[in-house]
C-alpha cells in the first residue's frame, strides 16, 4: 500500500520559472490537501479539495494553482516561483468523515533561487 | 480565526521518564484533534485522533486527552525512550476532517 506518494523529493528553481509539484494518493479518499511547513510558521494550508472536480483555496493560497481531475491524483502548480515559496510542501488525503486521520506523504522540498 | 499554540517549542527529559505535551486552541467548537509526529526531514506520522464527543484516546504507550471547553489537550507519553524523539505536533479541525489548523509543535529529545 503505497499511501501518499509525492514528487519530486527536492528541487531547486530560479525566481519566475514554473513547476508541478505532482500529488498521488490510493486510498480512494476523498479529501486532498496541500500544506506548506515553515520554520516556525508550522503547517499552512494552500489549496484542498473534497473530490474529483472540487477545490477551494486555503489560508496562503497565492501564487498557487490547482485541479483535481481525478480521485487519485492533486497537483499544485507553481506559476512564476518567487523566493517567498521557499518551503517543505506536503500533501495529505484523507476521508470526510473526521473519523480516521489525515495521511501525509513525505514531502518536496523547494527552493527558489 | 483558530489558533492553535504548543508549548513548550522544545524539551528534552532522560530515558525512562513520563512527560506531558501541551496543546491549547483558541475556538472550542472544534470537529477532532489529531497528534502527529514528524521525524526530521520526514512526512506527519498520525498517532492519536481524538473526536470532539470523545475525552481521551490510547494507543500503547501513549495517551491523547482533549478538554473541549477549556481549549486544551495533552498527550502522555509513558516510559519515554529515544526512539520516541521528534517533533510533535497538534492539529485541529473544526469541519469532518478537513482544514486543519496546525501548532508549531513541540521538539522532544529524549536523552539516553
Not at chain 1, 523529493?9 to 505532482?22: A, D, E, H, R, Y
Not at chain 1, 479539495?49 to 477551494?56: H, M, N, R
Given at each position: 500500500?503505497?499511501?501518499?506518494?509525492?514528487?519530486?523529493?527536492?528541487?531547486?528553481?530560479?525566481?519566475?520559472?514554473?513547476?508541478?509539484?505532482?500529488?498521488?494518493?490510493?486510498m480512494n479518499h476523498e479529501y486532498m490537501s496541500w500544506y506548506r511547513q515553515d520554520p516556525g510558521m508550522?503547517?499552512?494550508?494552500?489549496?484542498?479539495?473534497?473530490?474529483?472536480?472540487?477545490?477551494?483555496?486555503?489560508?496562503?493560497?497565492?501564487?498557487?494553482?490547482?485541479?483535481?481531475s481525478t480521485t487519485e491524483d492533486f497537483p499544485l502548480?507553481?506559476?512564476s516561483a518567487a523566493p517567498s515559496q521557499t518551503s517543505?510542501?506536503?500533501?495529505?488525503?484523507?476521508?470526510?468523515?473526521?473519523?480516521?486521520?489525515?495521511?501525509?506523504?513525505?514531502?518536496?522540498?523547494?527552493?527558489?533561487? | 480565526k483558530q489558533e492553535v499554540t504548543q508549548i513548550p517549542a522544545a524539551l528534552s527529559v532522560p530515558e525512562g521518564e513520563n512527560?506531558?505535551?501541551?496543546?491549547?486552541?483558541?475556538?472550542?467548537?472544534?470537529?477532532?484533534?489529531?497528534?502527529?509526529?514528524?521525524?526530521p526531514g520526514k512526512g506527519l506520522t498520525s498517532l492519536l485522533l481524538i473526536q470532539s464527543s470523545q475525552r481521551e484516546q490510547t494507543s500503547g504507550r501513549l495517551n491523547a486527552s482533549l478538554d473541549k471547553s477549556s481549549?486544551?489537550?495533552?498527550?502522555?507519553?509513558?516510559?519515554s525512550q529515544p526512539g520516541d524523539s521528534a517533533t510533535y505536533l497538534c492539529a485541529v479541525s473544526n469541519?469532518?476532517?478537513?482544514?486543519?489548523?496546525?501548532?508549531?509543535?513541540?521538539?522532544?529529545?529524549?536523552?539516553?
Open positions: 500500500n503505497a499511501g501518499v506518494t509525492q514528487t519530486p523529493k527536492f528541487q531547486v528553481l530560479k525566481t519566475g520559472q514554473s513547476m508541478t509539484l505532482q500529488c498521488a494518493q490510493d508550522g503547517l499552512r494550508l494552500i489549496h484542498y479539495s473534497v473530490g474529483a472536480g472540487i477545490t477551494d483555496q486555503g489560508e496562503v493560497p497565492n501564487g498557487y494553482n490547482v485541479s483535481r502548480r507553481l506559476l517543505v510542501y506536503f500533501c495529505a488525503s484523507s476521508y470526510r468523515t473526521g473519523t480516521q486521520p489525515q495521511h501525509f506523504g513525505d514531502g518536496t522540498r523547494l527552493s527558489i533561487l | 512527560l506531558v505535551l501541551n496543546c491549547s486552541f483558541t475556538d472550542s467548537a472544534i470537529y477532532n484533534l489529531q497528534w502527529f509526529r514528524q521525524d481549549g486544551r489537550s495533552t498527550l502522555y507519553i509513558a516510559a469541519f469532518g476532517n478537513e482544514k486543519l489548523t496546525f501548532g508549531t509543535g513541540t521538539r522532544l529529545t529524549i536523552i539516553p
